[in-house]
């Protein structure tokens, strides 16, 4: 059947359908849901409706379709961030509409975005952005502050400028027109000097120069932000003294009008007034306007001080700008002040104490206080400059400064010397002066005088004398002139007397007291005296006083003008005792000047000329007593300044007698030479001792010496002296003139060495050697010569002992060098006489000297030498004698080459780490001699340094080398060894044993010269296998195998080597330094041989010799 669907409504719970299967309504209030459904209550696909025409209605699928198609991100806009609804999408704090807002929250990176904002244009300045910032050139807001923001032109402004990001470059548009244009400065400073469009809007921008687009830059204008006025106004002024023209001035005279003229500056086209404070009690002036009167443009103002009555005044005038119509209005209202000197006329007036005097000498002539009486109103100089003038009437005057409070001041008083000229007070000529004082200022009718005043000044009597002694030009150099001396002098003169010239003025009556109990003189002008001024001098005579000092006094009275004076004057005379004497020859001491030639002493027996003035022994190395034998001349030392040399006779005095003299007189400069005395100088002592302690021609003295040429003197000892007949002698002082002028001379013919101490010698083979124990040789029969002339030498070290020449190429000193004393070597015939050299020992003929001890060295040495000697005297030190014909052979030092310990090493073979040792028993002279196989001869025929070797075979160690030695010891050494030449001619032989077990092979070390080396192992196969009695040969390779030896019938290998190689072999005559050499046993051990022995026998011929041996 056909389905019927009628649409109508039906209402059914919840829902309402639109016909009885038509679609539903649903509606759901729990969930706030309304839904159109199907039938079976699934949502409809399709609901279809027209275009809606109101903001309530639904849209349909064509209006959203047509609205989709033309909204993109050029089209849409961002909108309102938030309900407000102002539009912002960033707020920058503390700024526009929050300025005073610090704590907003809404702020971003982009500061341009806005609800009216296209979201491409907001995209593409997000991204500048991001990229700025990437570049670090982000720049997100700008800020700034000014030091100033208001003032008078000029004004300079400094802005701070803070921002946000990293701007280098800032633009400020200062808003007067200027620009500063991409600075790098963030505290610029600009100065404004037109305010025609102030106040000023002032732009800054922070950008990056390096930067882009949106976030690279940001700008602030901040409106009337700096304000300008016009220049600031300094008020000012000035007086004149017309009402135009002419120049300031800052004074007047009492009563006179001054102009005064308004000098305020920066006034220009502004309203102004002013006031004027006079400061004189007057009434201000005022001034309405610039240009009336006293205005900066207005006619200068005249205005007269109120007056005082001769009393000086200052007046501190003020102006003050009251108002300015432009100017800034911190600088409103501003002032100046400035002081007027008001001067008025005065009347000085002034008292004296006195008004007559004398011309007094302690005063240098009259003083009179004069007193300032003037009236008070007499301004100070601190203030007006003014001075008071004292004009004494003398040619001179006084400056004193008004209010000072000096001398002469208001109220105060001065004093003032009135004095003659020299000219007036010698003619005794009376003067009147006459002065006045004066007011000096700066008013015009300036200065203001007193009445005047006279002062009279009369002559001084002036007592005036010179006092001297008659004889100035005799005193000594500190004594003045008057100075006296007591007694006469040389000449007879009295030194006691003084002259006195009276130069006294205006007086005419004169009384000396001479101050030593005498008389006084009484002297005046009338006949001109002695003594009065118009007379001679007064003389007056001390010499019978006491030494001390005397005062003479002179006393001048007379009337020169109006009053009876009187005057005394003093000086002082010292008499004074002559001086001691100088001191005479006796005092003197006289010494040797010529240098000495040694450290000597007199010798025993010496000629002496002089009676015994020294001894034997006394030391001829003092300044009284020295040996001389080559001096030319001989002097003393110069004796200076004895007196007397007015009178008497110096002579010079040589062994007791006058070899020469001088008779003197009073007359000066008796110098010469005399013999041998010699007179250096002679005068007075003021000249040749000191002028300060003597007068003159009261002592004379001389200076002086002795010289002698030696060769006016016999050998021995002679004495000087110098002598004066009345004053006395000298010490003596002694000369030793000695015969043996050279050097002393050993001589050793007939000398020679023995043996005097033998000590613990050292045997080496078989020779003896100086080792320890303090050993001694002594020298026999030697002399010497020219050893003590008439002085001996002061010393311990007479006798020298010394190295010799060395032999054999050793070195070093057998000896100690020592030195031998008198004692030590004197003879049998002895040279000293209780421990003194006896004078001419060895002169003439050889002394012949007792045995002297030599000492043998204790040093280490190695060492064969002959010895020398020398002496020594005062004339120095002769040569070393020819050498002794003996040789001395020492060895204290540790043997290198040790026959009795041959090195064999430790690590060689087994069973011993002992060295090898040198073994006898081989008698006869062969290469290789028979032996006991049997034998031990490691601990059986050991060899020791005494072994006796003379007459042997035997090779000698000498000096620690091995050597082929045929030298007779017997003769010519010390100590006295074998003779070792006698039947020694042929070669010689070196033989040493050593033990080891466990070997077959060893190795031989060795510098030097061989003519042959063996090789044996007694009581091995080698023994019988060898055609050499048992030997086998260094020289000759090994055969390879089995048993060294020639006698293959015995075992033997058909081959007497045993070089492991051929380069093993030791040759003849080859010199060798320190190499090696292989030997071998072959297939024989020393352990199979008797002690475990092993032989080795070395061979030298002439010429050979090892330094060193041993065996690896």
Not at 237 to 252: E, K, P, Y
Request: aromatic fraction near 8%; proline fraction near 3%; hydrophobic fraction near 30%.
């Amino acid at each position: 059947m056909a389905q019927v669907k009628n649409y109508g409504l039906i209402g059914v719970g919840a829902s309402l359908q639109l016909g009885k299967q038509g679609p539903k309504l649903k509606g759901n209030a729990d969930a706030g849901l309304v839904q159109i459904v199907g039938e079976d209550n699934a949502t409809l696909s399709r609901l279809q409706g027209a275009n809606a025409s109101s903001a309530t209605d639904f849209v349909t699928k064509a209006q959203l379709d047509a609205q989709g198609s033309a909204t993109d991100g050029f089209s849409l806009t961002l909108g309102n961030i938030d309900a407000t609804g102002d539009g912002d999408w960033h707020i920058t704090p503390n700024q526009g509409d929050y300025a005073s807002n610090s704590t907003v929250t809404r702020q971003g990176a982009v500061t341009s975005l806005s609800n009216t904002e296209k979201v491409s244009d907001a995209i593409d300045k997000l991204n500048e952005t991001a990229l700025n910032i990437y570049n670090n050139t982000y720049v997100r807001d700008v800020d700034y502050t000014t030091d100033v923001s208001s003032g008078g032109a000029p004004l300079t402004a400094t802005l701070n400028i803070s921002t946000t990001g990293n701007p280098n470059r800032y633009t400020i548009a200062w808003g007067d027109g200027t620009t500063t244009t991409a600075t790098t400065d963030s505290t610029p400073t600009h100065t404004y000097s037109n305010n025609a469009l102030s106040p000023f809007d002032v732009t800054v921008t922070a950008f990056h120069n390096t930067g882009a687009g949106e976030g690279s830059s940001a700008s602030l204008q901040k409106n009337n932000f700096i304000t300008l006025y016009t220049a600031n106004p300094v008020a000012g002024f000035g007086f004149f003294a017309a009402s135009s023209g002419g120049g300031a001035i800052s004074q007047v005279d009492d009563g006179t009008a001054l102009y005064f003229e308004n000098q305020t500056t920066n006034i220009g086209s502004a309203s102004a007034t002013y006031r004027i404070e006079w400061g004189d009690g007057s009434s201000n002036a005022s001034v309405a306007a610039d240009t009336d009167s006293g205005g900066t443009q207005g006619s200068r103002l005249a205005h007269t001080f109120t007056t005082s009555t001769e009393t000086d005044q200052l007046r501190t005038v003020k102006l003050t700008l009251l108002t300015h119509s432009t100017a800034d209005p911190s600088t409103v209202p501003n002032n100046t002040s400035a002081v007027v000197k008001v001067y008025d006329t005065h009347t000085p007036s002034v008292s004296l104490d006195d008004n007559s005097g004398i011309n007094e000498a302690a005063t240098s002539g009259h003083v009179v206080t004069f007193s300032n009486t003037t009236e008070a109103g007499v301004g100070t100089f601190a203030d007006f400059g003014i001075q008071y003038r004292y004009v004494w009437g003398d040619g001179t005057t006084n400056t004193v400064n008004a209010g000072s409070g000096a001398a002469g001041d208001t109220g105060g008083s001065i004093s003032h010397t009135f004095a003659l000229t020299n000219g007036q007070q010698t003619a005794g000529t009376a003067v009147d002066f006459t002065g006045n004082l004066e007011v000096i200022s700066s008013h015009t009718g300036s200065p203001f005088k007193s009445s005047n005043f006279t002062v009279h000044v009369e002559p001084d009597i002036r007592a005036a004398i010179t006092g001297t002694t008659t004889t100035p030009t005799l005193r000594s150099s500190n004594d003045n002139i008057r100075t006296l001396y007591k007694g006469t002098d040389l000449s007879g003169t009295n030194r006691a007397v003084v002259t006195v010239d009276n130069t006294t003025q205006n007086a005419n009556a004169y009384v000396y007291n001479w101050g030593d109990s005498s008389s006084n003189d009484n002297v005046t002008e009338a006949g001109s005296p002695a003594g009065s001024v118009s007379g001679a001098n007064i003389t007056h005579d001390y010499s019978g006083a006491t030494a001390g000092s005397y005062t003479l006094t002179l006393t001048a009275t007379g009337q020169p003008d109006l009053t009876v004076q009187s005057d005394s004057v003093q000086t002082v005379f010292a008499l004074e005792d002559v001086p001691a004497a100088p001191t005479s020859l006796s005092g003197k001491s006289l010494s040797l000047s010529t240098s000495s030639q040694d450290t000597s002493k007199l010798a025993h027996g010496a000629t002496d000329a002089t009676g015994g003035g020294i001894s034997a022994g006394q030391s001829l190395n003092t300044t009284t007593a020295r040996r001389y034998d080559s001096t030319t001349g001989i002097s003393t030392n110069n004796i200076t300044s004895a007196w007397r040399s007015d009178s008497g006779t110096l002579s010079a005095i040589i062994d007791g007698s006058a070899d020469g003299a001088k008779a003197f007189s009073t007359s000066t400069g008796e110098t010469g030479t005399f013999t041998s005395l010699v007179i250096t100088a002679e005068g007075d002592a003021y000249d040749q001792i000191s002028s300060t302690t003597y007068p003159k021609n009261y002592y004379q003295v001389f200076s002086g010496r002795v010289t002698k040429d030696i060769s006016g003197l016999a050998k021995g000892v002679h004495s000087f002296a110098l002598s004066h007949s009345t004053t006395g002698a000298t010490n003596n002082v002694y000369v030793v003139k000695d015969n043996v002028d050279s050097t002393p001379t050993i001589s050793l013919s007939g000398a020679s060495l023995a043996e005097e101490t033998a000590g613990s010698k050292r045997y080496v083979s078989g020779i003896p050697y100086y080792n320890s124990g303090s050993p001694q040789v002594k020298l026999q029969n030697a002399t010497v010569s020219n050893l003590v002339g008439e002085a001996f030498l002061d010393s311990t070290s007479i006798f020298y002992i010394a190295s010799g020449t060395n032999a054999e190429s050793t070195s070093g000193s057998a000896v100690q060098q020592e030195f031998r004393t008198y004692a030590q070597i004197d003879g049998s015939s002895t040279m000293l006489n209780s421990g003194v050299p006896i004078a001419q020992t060895g002169v003439g003929s050889g002394y012949a000297l007792g045995d002297v001890v030599v000492d043998i060295t204790n040093s280490s040495v190695t060492t064969v030498e002959a010895i020398k000697f020398r002496a020594v005297n005062v004339n120095g030190t002769g040569s070393y004698s020819s050498e002794t014909s003996q040789k001395i052979q020492v060895w204290t030092a540790s043997p290198t080459f040790d026959e009795e310990n041959i090195a064999v090493s430790d690590s060689l073979g087994a069973g011993f780490d002992d060295d090898g040792k040198r073994v006898t028993g081989f008698g006869a002279s062969a290469d290789t001699p028979s032996f006991n196989s049997s034998t031990n001869n490691y601990t059986g025929n050991v060899f020791t340094g005494a072994t006796t070797v003379a007459g042997t075979s035997e090779a000698v160690v000498r000096w620690n080398t091995l050597q082929h030695f045929d030298t007779n010891l017997s003769s010519g050494y010390l100590p006295v060894g074998p003779d070792l030449n006698t039947g020694r001619s042929g070669a010689q032989y070196f033989t040493f044993a050593f033990r080891r077990t466990t070997m077959a092979n060893f190795v031989i070390r060795l510098s030097g010269t061989v003519s042959g080396v063996f090789i044996a192992a007694p009581g091995t196969g080698i023994d019988s296998a060898s055609s050499l009695n048992g030997w086998i040969d260094a020289s000759t390779t090994y055969g390879g195998a089995g048993t060294p030896g020639a006698n293959t019938g015995s075992g033997g290998n058909g081959s007497n080597g045993c070089a492991f190689t051929s380069g093993d072999r030791i040759f003849d005559g080859t010199s060798y330094s320190n190499q090696t050499f292989t030997m071998t046993l072959g297939d024989q051990n020393a352990t199979d041989s008797t002690g475990n022995n092993i032989l080795v026998r070395i061979k030298l011929e002439d010429g050979d010799s090892l330094t060193a041996l041993s065996i690896e």
